[in-house]
Nanobody
Framework: QVQLEESGGGEVQAGGSLTLSCTASGWTTNSGFCMGWWRKAVGQREREGVANMQMISGSTSYASFVQDRFTIYQDTAKKTIYLQMNDLRPEDTALYYC??????????????????WGQGIQVTVSS
């Protein structure tokens, strides 16, 4: 059973930076495994995709609102992904979730396709 542990959230002022991390345990195969970040703000019905990464190939994708402010990267040996967030804005305030699944993709627009989730970590950006 895959488990995801998140860390690194908190509160910053607009323009500041935070780095989130998510470590996967129980990942039992070297076949395709995808990890990424989704977020849900107060009042949103669904989680929206932020960024994801294929853990074998290293390929990444980002939501358009990221606009080169965020970077997702991995430490393969630690089975950990990081989300470096720069130039944070108040509209980035949300509960950020790490998601993962086996297979070739974990589409940002399809969070319901993923089977594994962290408990979520709060990011608050004050103006």
């Amino acid at each position: 059973q895959v488990q995801l542990e998140e860390s690194g959230g908190g509160e910053v002022q607009a323009g500041g930076s935070l780095t989130l991390s998510c470590t996967a345990s129980g990942w039992t195969t070297n076949s395709g495994f995808c990890m990424g970040w989704w977020r849900k703000a107060v009042g949103q019905r669904e989680r929206e995709g932020v960024a994801n990464m294929q853990m074998i190939s290293g390929s990444t994708s980002y939501a358009s609102f990221v606009q080169d402010r965020f970077t997702i990267y991995q430490d393969t040996a630690k089975k950990t992904i990081y989300l470096q967030m720069n130039d944070l804005r108040p509209e980035d305030t949300a509960l950020y979730y790490c998601g993962a699944d086996y297979g070739g993709s974990c589409p940002l627009s399809r969070p319901g396709w993923l089977n594994y989730w962290g408990q979520g970590i709060q990011v608050t950006v004050s103006s």
